[in-house]
């Protein structure tokens, strides 16, 4: 009796193994292609991010060159407004450094000047 217990209890293990193996295999499966879903979703997810930093990256430098530009612009018209200005100053110096060509005319009439130089001087 024993002995048929036995049998059975193994055939019985025996008729199980293969659908509890094929149960097995597809659970595996099942939780393989969720993780594999969830790592593509990620992936998918994450390249639709990297994609709108670029575009935002792209547009900033757009910005940052078109203000480059700007600024060059404007650092020439500064630098020939300094030329000019600078000009215009050594213009002005010389201008003023040299001796006039003749002398204003005087106007009415003018008395000689007395000069005391190497006479002594009469005190009242």
């Known amino acids: 009796m024993e002995a048929t217990r036995r049998n ?10 293969p659908w509890g193996l094929l149960a097995t ?5 099942a939780t ?9 979703s990620a992936l998918h997810e994450r390249r639709v991010q ?6 935002e990256s792209e547009a900033r430098v757009a910005e940052l060159q078109a ?6 612009r404007r650092l020439r018209v500064l630098e020939q407004q ?10 002005a110096a010389a201008a003023c450094a040299a001796p006039p060509a003749e002398p204003p ?9 007395r000069t005391t130089k190497g006479k002594k001087a009469h005190r009242r």
């Open 32 to 40: 393989g292609a969720w993780a594999g879903s969830r790592s593509v």
């Open 67 to 72: 203000l480059r530009e700007a600024m060059a």
């Open 8 to 17: 059975e209890a193994a055939r019985w293990r025996r008729a199980w193994l």
């Open 50 to 55: 990297l994609e709108r930093e670029a575009a």
């Open 82 to 91: 300094h030329q000019t200005a600078r000009e215009e100053a050594l213009s």
């Open 25 to 29: 295999a597809c659970v595996l499966g």
């Open 105 to 113: 005319p005087a106007q009415g009439r003018a008395e000689p000047r």
